[in-house]
Every structure is written in C-alpha cells, then in structure tokens.
C-alpha cells in the first residue's frame, strides 16, 4: 500500500505515531502537509511548519492555507504579516475556495495600521480587485509616499477596466497631482477611453468635446471633431438619447460651427421629452423655455412654475430641480412664494451649490415680507466664499457675483446691521485683500475705517 494512504488509514484509526512514520516514509506532496499537521500538534512546531513550507512551495494549497493562519494570528510562532501575505497570495491567485473571503475578514482585523493592511490589499490586487487597487494606489500616494507605486497600481487598474483608476489617473495626469508633470497626452486619452467604454455617462464625452472645441490639452481646435463626437453617440440613442439633446442644444446657440436654428432644436426638445416624458433634463429645458417664452412659444411662468414643482415633488434631493424652483419662486411677488424661494436656497446651499450661495447673500442681506435680513449670515457666506476665492481667477459672469458678495459684505461690515455689529476694521481687510488679489477693484469713497 502506498505510505501515504497508509498514514491516511492510520490516522483515521488514531493511530498517531504510526501514521507519522508512514508520512515520513512516502514521497507524496500531501504526506507533508499531513505530517507537519501532526508534528505542530504534537509540539513540533517548527519542524511541522518547515514541512508545510516545503508542501507549500510544491503547490499544496491546504498546506498555504495552514500557514496563512499560523503567520497571520502568531500560532506558535511571532506573527509574520510577510509570510501570511504571501501563502495568502498563492490561495488568491489559486482561486482557493473561500481565500477572497480569508483576505477580506483579515483586512478588516488589521485596517487600523496601514502599513499591515497594504500587505494584504495588494493580495488582490494581484487578481485586479479594482477596490483594492484604487484604495491601495491611496495608501500609496497618501501614507507611503511612494508615488509610482500609486500611478503603477492605478494603471493596472486602467488596464483592467477600472472606471475608478481611471478617472483618478486622469486628474493626476490633468494636474500633475503627488509631485508629477501634467501630462496632457495621458489626460486626454483616458478621457478618450472614459467616454468611449462609459457612453452613458455624460460627463466624459461632454469633457472631450470641450477639449476638441477649445484646443485643450495640446489638441488643436476642431470643432468637425467635436460635433461628431456627439453624432456618433446620439446614433446610439444613449442615456434616453441625451446626446441628440447636446447637438440641439448647439442648434439653439449655434455654437461650435452648427447652424443657429431655433426651432429645429424647439422641435427636437419637445420630441425627447414627449419620447422620454420623466426625463428631469428635458423637462428643466421646456419649462425655462416656458419662463422666458423663447422661440416663438408664449410665455407662461405658471406653466413653468407647475413643471418645477412637480419635479421637486418627484426628486426633493435633486439640486438641479431645487435651484430652478427655487428661481421661479425668487420672481414671484407672492411672499409665501418667496419664502420658498429663501428656503429652497438655503437647502441647495447646505447641499455644496455655489450659485445658491450668492443668492443667499443677497437674500439674507435684503430680507423679505416673511423671513427677516440676517447681515450675520450673509458675510458668514461672503466670507467662505473669500475663504475659497481669495486669489482664485473666475469665469467672468461669476467673478462679477463674487465681487458683488464681498461688496455686500464690506458695506454690511461698515453699517453694522441684523445679528451684526459694525465692524470697520474687518470691513478694510476684506476690502483690501479683494483688492490686493483682483484686477477689477471694489471702490467704496470717503470711508471712515475707525481703528
């Protein structure tokens, strides 16, 4: 009889020192993990694991798996995190049964000290676990600051399909984040690739056609290019057909080298919303042209109004929604109406929406028939704002509501007013340090600033 079988026959017997002997004497793989098995209970320790070590590097799974346990929790021996890690590689490369689990629940006992639980993330990224390559490509960046550590595992990712290494490594290409060059080429390709295996996500496609009808990023101007960027995903009616939605869009503005036909592009807003009737973008899109009474349709702002809140009702989280509600209410003379107005934009405004806040300034700073001026939490507002912007360069249209904030805030500053004391000293530093930082100055005559 073959030893090994023997010593399997004697150990279900009970027979442990004649099993160990039959272990001993066979040449089998598996002898060895049996026998270092016995040995490790038997006192044996290290020669037991030595066996298995040697079972292992022979391909013996249960062997790897053993001693991920022994190394992992210190049975026997100092606790070993290397030497864990690298039988818990093989079980993952391996497919062991229940070794993606293993690694998860000893992430999860060691996620306070990073440096241990790296060791055992980067096990799976070793099976393009796109998490582990993500979190781990942070560690990198972040803790270890090994910084081509980080962009190698996010390429690997990229490589593999992982939209979220993809997008990270982009921005890193884009700014030149954790010590690198921009690298405008890497950029535009991983957006290429981003809008190409991500059509339904807008976002990307919207960023290379920008690129393409800017002459971003070393790519020369095209706007042939751009367009047909939109064509050819609109032919593919993605995201209930949102790309036929862009090329009307340049339709109604005549942007990017398309013809200005207004009504061709009224004719297809109202064909994707009568297509797409709970679509939030195109319904947004018929009501403000309702607001306005735009391109041959009569202005309704009730019609409009009655757009908006039914969208609210439909998606009270939405900031899109709540803005534009928000809006509609501020133009009404109706006070209830605009206290919803006040409300909705205190609620986009907790909500992260910049827009929201100038209109707060302002709200807060006028009062209304229904909520009183609060000077204090306007120049609260003004001054995160200046916090943010203090040296920053705006688009033009916001620079100007940015500069009309800290004037307001300098004014109620000066005057003191609602919850707010005069402040004339903090009036002149804010005055001063928007001045100091912004070619178009705020001018405020015949001040007296006290000391």
Same mark, same amino acid.
């Given at each position: ?115 241990? #639980? ?15 390559? #993500? ?239 609060? #000077? ?76």
């Amino acid at each position: 009889m073959d030893k090994y079988k023997e010593g399997l026959k004697l150990l279900k017997s009970g027979k442990i020192d004649e099993a160990i002997k039959a272990f001993e004497s066979s040449k089998e793989n598996y002898a060895k993990y049996q026998l270092g098995l016995l040995l490790i209970q038997k006192g044996d320790i290290t020669k037991g694991i030595k066996l298995l070590e040697e079972s292992a590097v022979k391909g013996n799974l249960e062997s790897a798996n053993t001693l991920v346990s022994i190394f992992e929790k210190g049975i026997g021996v100092k606790v070993n995190h290397d030497k864990a890690s690298f039988y818990l590689k093989e079980l993952v490369k391996n497919d062991f049964k229940g070794s993606i689990d293993l690694t998860k629940e000893i992430l999860s006992n060691n996620k306070d000290d990073k440096h241990t #639980y790296l060791k055992y993330l980067l096990v799976l990224c070793e099976i393009n676990d796109f998490d582990a390559l #993500y979190e781990a490509s942070e560690i990198f960046f972040n803790d270890a600051k090994d910084n081509k550590r980080g962009i190698d595992l996010l390429n690997k990712g990229v490589n593999a399909g992982s939209k979220l290494c993809m997008e990270k490594l982009a921005q890193i290409y884009k700014e030149g984040l954790y010590n690198t060059t921009v690298n405008a080429n890497g950029y535009v390709e991983l957006i290429t690739k981003l809008s190409n295996d991500y059509p339904e996500d807008v976002k990307y496609t919207d960023e290379l056609v920008d690129i393409y009808a800017k002459g971003l990023f070393g790519i020369t101007k095209d706007n042939d290019i751009a367009v047909n960027i939109y064509r050819e995903k609109a032919s593919h009616k993605y995201n209930e057909a949102i790309y036929e939605f862009r090329l009307a869009e340049l339709q109604e503005f005549g942007l990017m080298g398309v013809k200005k036909d207004v009504k061709e592009a009224l004719k297809t807003y109202q064909a994707l919303l009568d297509s797409f009737p709970n679509n939030v973008t195109y319904q947004i899109k018929m009501a403000e042209i309702f607001d306005d009474g735009k391109y041959g349709v009569n202005k309704d702002s009730r019609k409009a109004a009655q757009i908006y809140r039914s969208l609210l009702a439909k998606n009270p989280d939405d900031l899109n929604c709540i803005m534009h509600m928000a809006k509609c209410y501020s133009n009404s003379v109706d006070a209830d109406e605009q206290k919803q107005a006040f409300e909705l934009f205190n609620k986009a405004y907790e909500m992260g929406s910049r827009e929201a806040a100038y209109d707060l300034i302002r709200w807060n700073y006028n009062g209304g028939k229904k909520f009183p001026k609060n #000077y204090k939490k306007a120049v609260e507002i003004a001054e995160k704002l200046e916090k943010e912007f203090k040296t920053a360069v705006l688009p033009e249209k916001e620079m100007e509501m940015y500069k009309s904030a800290i004037s307001l805030a300098v004014q109620m500053y000066l005057s003191g007013g609602p919850m707010l004391p005069k402040n004339p000293r903090r009036a002149k530093e804010l005055l001063n340090d928007y001045n100091n930082n912004h070619k178009d100055k705020i001018k405020i005559d015949k001040v007296v600033w006290g000391k």
